[in-house]
């Protein structure tokens, strides 16, 4: 008896160790795994134009070479018709008309003159006056941690050259992954007990569906965004409302910090341009984000990419603490997957309730008659 708890104590250390040396491991790598994320995202999006096509009958080789094929059709189109313009706006936005707006409202705002537009803020910060060194300061800090953040990821997301380079390893990953999906699936299934296989596939499958929701959100999203912001810019006069609702679209990739960084050279135009306009400004950035995320998210997401706005801010505090800033923007489909294998593995396997996720919550009412039935 004693030397069979002795042994099975071996086995757990044993096991153990190897758990420890497996999570190290994966900490080592966990900028690579990231890109590798990154990659099967792009991948999995790739896959809608080609499951289009085989379902016309085509060969999957011949799909995915007419996707290829189309997709550098589009980007050549885009960079002949499209991409000048915003080229000239987004030039003159960074080089002239930021710089002069940032300067412009620290200036208004020292000498008082932003009272008169603004009164109600008189009352507030009437005696906050902003350096402009300590201004420089915190843009360079900010540059410098931002730096920091993108190298924690990998070596090779510190400098635009090895940016370039991490975006070819994930194109290159992808276009592996696409070519032949389901040996790396098969891979991933092989690696579980026999009898968890076909429990495993199910899963893997409720992931895909899960991915393929947040790409179909994000990009109805940025595309409504962009679209939005750039109609309602324009309306009030501000001539670089192309460059902008492309920045802000972009931006919107990103929850909660999006907005914000979208609002910023925003406001800094308006003030050169149209400066009576600012409050129109901050109105359609934050109006075209509340319609992203309280009203087209929720009609085009599935009950998986229903998730909580705190959590998913608490995803990207995490994400980008573990990898950086490349953490954050993938901060929501790394959340949700996360949310999936929590329910899948966890509370439906280990814990047995199979009903998670399908029973309707309880009314407070009805809860505590439960608790307290009445005397009848």
């Known amino acids: 008896m004693s030397q069979t708890t002795t042994r099975n104590s071996y086995n757990w250390i044993f096991v153990l160790l190897i758990a420890i040396v497996l999570l190290i491991a994966l900490w080592t790598i966990r900028g690579i795994l990231l890109l590798a994320f990154a990659a099967v995202l792009l991948t999995v999006f790739a896959t809608a134009p080609v499951r289009i096509f085989e379902r016309w009958g085509m060969n999957r080789g011949v799909a995915i070479l007419l996707s290829v094929f189309l997709g550098i059709l589009l980007i050549v189109v885009a960079i002949m018709l499209v991409f000048p313009t915003l080229i000239q706006q987004f030039s003159v936005l960074f080089t002239d008309i930021i710089p002069r707006g940032v300067e412009q409202l620290i200036e208004e705002w020292n ?32 540059g410098n941690a931002l730096g920091t953040l993108g190298g924690s990821v990998l070596p090779i997301v510190g400098s635009v050259a090895n940016t370039l380079l991490s975006i070819l390893i994930i194109i290159f990953l992808s276009m592996y992954f696409l070519a032949e999906p389901r040996r790396y699936i098969s891979g991933i299934i092989a690696m579980t007990p026999k009898w968890y296989r076909t429990r495993m596939q199910e899963i893997l499958e409720v992931c895909d569906d899960t991915i393929r929701a947040w790409l179909r959100v994000t990009g109805a999203s940025m595309l409504l965004v962009g679209i939005g912001t750039a109609i309602g810019l324009a309306l009030i006069g501000v001539e670089q409302w192309a460059a902008l609702g ?55 997401a599935n009950e998986s990419m229903k998730l909580a706005p705190v959590l998913i801010l608490i995803g990207q505090v995490v994400f980008g603490v573990f990898f950086g800033f490349l953490g954050i923007m993938l901060a929501v489909p790394l959340t949700a997957l996360g949310v999936v294998l929590i329910s899948e593995i966890y509370i439906k396997d280990f814990l047995g309730d199979r009903l998670w996720g399908s029973v309707k919550p309880v009314e407070e009412a009805e809860y505590m008659e439960e608790l307290m039935p009445s005397p009848d």
């Open 111 to 142: 000498s008082g003159r932003v009272f008169d537009a603004f009164p109600f803020l008189e009352d507030y910060v009437q005696n906050f006056v902003i350096d402009t060194e300590v201004i420089n300061q915190i843009a360079t800090q900010l």
């Open 246 to 300: 492309v920045l802000a679209g972009v931006l919107s990739f990103v929850p909660n910090f999006g907005p914000l960084m979208a609002l910023i050279p925003s406001i800094a135009v308006a003030i050169i341009q149209a400066p009576e306009n600012t409050l129109w400004v901050i109105f359609i950035i934050y109006g075209m984000s509340f319609l992203q995320s309280q009203i087209v998210g929720p009609l085009l």
